[in-house]
């Protein structure tokens, strides 16, 4: 199973950007991985994620403020979030499978996860 860190995360305001990345280790990188989050109080929800060849799919919520990327060579996927509102408050984790990654709980077709990083957004 590949092992996942997530960095990056920190207190911003609102309207600034942040870029997340999660280093893959002790497995080939997944052909699937993605990004999720949990707010407090609430549910995990899918962010976005890219598959090997370099396509995405992005939560509605997201879509053309985070831009998501991955780095075969570095074993490495990136989160760059733009435009960052107090909403956005959340800890991210990271994920990767050799499935479709889905935003279908309880599993979301994910086979390995993060520790996560806390970002929070300050108004």
């Known amino acids: 199973q590949v092992q996942l860190k997530e960095s990056g995360g920190g207190l911003v305001q609102a309207g600034s950007s942040l870029r997340l990345s999660c280093a893959a280790s002790?497995?080939?990188?997944?052909?699937?991985v993605g990004w999720f989050r949990q707010a407090p109080g609430k549910e995990r929800e899918f962010v976005g994620a890219?598959?090997?060849?370099?396509?995405?799919d992005y939560a509605d919520s997201v879509k053309g403020r985070f831009a998501i990327s991955r780095d075969n060579a570095k074993n490495t996927l990136y989160l760059q979030m733009n435009s960052l509102q107090p909403e956005d408050t959340a800890v991210y984790y990271c994920?990767?499978?050799?499935?479709?990654?889905?935003?279908?709980?309880?599993?979301?077709?994910?086979?390995?996860w993060g520790k996560g990083t806390l970002v929070t957004v300050s108004s």
């Open positions: 002790g497995r080939t990188f997944s052909r699937y």
């Open positions: 890219i598959n090997w060849i370099g396509r995405t």
């Open positions: 994920a990767a499978a050799t499935g479709r990654i889905t935003a279908t709980p309880p599993t979301y077709g994910v086979d390995s």
